[in-house]
């Protein structure tokens, strides 16, 4: 078996046909026919369906691919790495819910590209339930999510800071007459919710079922811009980290409710694979994001101890001092999927 094999199995797999992939891997499309069938030869299986002018993936070829694209990609890697020494280059995947991606990196990420511009960052939107599985299959380097904890044999989790949730809704929302909302004034109210799965959702849930409480009708969006929106137009009662709705509280835009009763707090973790190789890039996001989100204000997500298990890599314990994370540009990356929140 070659590395050009599959690499010509990668590209076809991701064009489905002939002509275009032997255009990219520049050779003629007879070569990547014979590349192919030498690839089903090694695995004793077939890999691609030919009906006609069109090709798809078999079974076994959708059981391969996977594989393929973590060679292809560590051999990308090892290039890279070996290129730039210990300074931080190379791809490295992150993924994490579009409410971290949003409202947590874009300081973060300013002061990274400035520092290692060598770095290609890739962002993954993934959910609270997918993060895991991707690690461990090693579709990521690295993820961020907010949830109380993680907790997986083969996961190294870190906890950065603390992540109070809100319940939020327009300023004249009726609750808000009331000097504390609890649990059971909820129950005649509609919640704008993200979709099933998403941690804040679920920690909102439990905390209503052991009050034995259930709202009166629940909206499920994938998207946490429309949920603030749907909020403010008096739809219902939003909850999400505060951090995401900082902006429309401090412009009145959404008001707070006064809950009692019931705590709804939560973390945002940093993940990895504990086999996984901290390469330079790796360790240099890392350092970067313990220094930023470690340090972040009360109210904005407050300081939290990391866990014993969580070794911290060395060497970028210095990556930007406090003053030097600030501001936003637009992200840049590589690639970024929304998924849920």
């Known amino acids: 078996m070659e590395l050009r094999q599959l690499q010509i199995f990668g590209m076809l797999a991701e064009e ?39 090709v798809r993936l078999t079974a076994q070829g959708r059981t391969l691919l996977p594989y393929v694209e973590r060679i292809l990609r560590l051999v990308e890697e090892a290039a890279a790495v070996t290129k730039a020494g210990e300074s931080p280059a190379g791809a490295l995947l992150v993924g994490m819910p579009e409410s971290v991606l949003t409202y ?14 060598h770095v290609e960052l ?6 609270s ?7 461990e299959h090693g579709d990521l380097d690295l993820g961020l999510v907010i949830d109380d ?12 800071c ?24 909820l129950c005649l109210h509609t919640f704008l919710l993200t979709d099933q799965g998403c941690a804040y959702r679920s920690k909102l849930e439990a905390a209503l079922a052991r009050s034995h409480v259930r709202p009166k009708a629940v909206m499920e969006f994938t998207s946490v811009e429309a949920i603030k929106e749907c909020a403010a137009l008096g739809m219902g009662i939003a909850c999400l980290p505060k951090i995401v709705v900082d902006r429309e509280l401090s412009s009145k835009k959404l008001v707070a409710l006064p809950s009692a009763g019931f705590e709804l707090m939560m973390n945002t973790i940093v993940v990895w694979h504990k086999d996984k190789w901290i390469s330079p890039a790796m360790e240099a996001f890392l350092s970067l994001i313990r220094l930023h989100l470690g340090s972040a204000p009360v109210g904005r997500g407050a300081p939290a101890k990391q866990p014993a298990t969580a070794r911290a890599p060395v060497g970028l314990q210095r990556a930007a001092t406090k003053h030097e994370v600030c501001g936003t540009t637009p992200l840049s990356s590589r690639a970024f999927r929304r998924a849920a929140p």
């Open 16 to 54: 489905l046909n002939f002509t275009r992939t032997a255009k990219r891997v520049h050779c003629v499309q007879s070569n990547v026919s014979v590349q192919i069938r030498a690839l089903e030869r090694e695995f004793g299986v077939q890999l691609f369906e030919r009906l006609g002018q069109k």
């Open 104 to 117: 947590r990196l874009p300081p973060v990420l300013q002061v990274f590209r400035e520092k290692w511009p």
């Open 122 to 127: 890739v962002f993954r939107g993934v959910s």
């Open 129 to 135: 339930t997918e993060l895991v599985p991707c690690l």
């Open 149 to 160: 904890a993680v907790k997986s044999p083969g996961i190294r989790a870190e906890v950065l």
């Open 162 to 185: 603390r992540e109070p949730l809100v319940l939020a809704a327009q300023p004249e929302h009726p609750l808000l007459r009331l000097a504390t909302v609890g649990a059971e004034d």
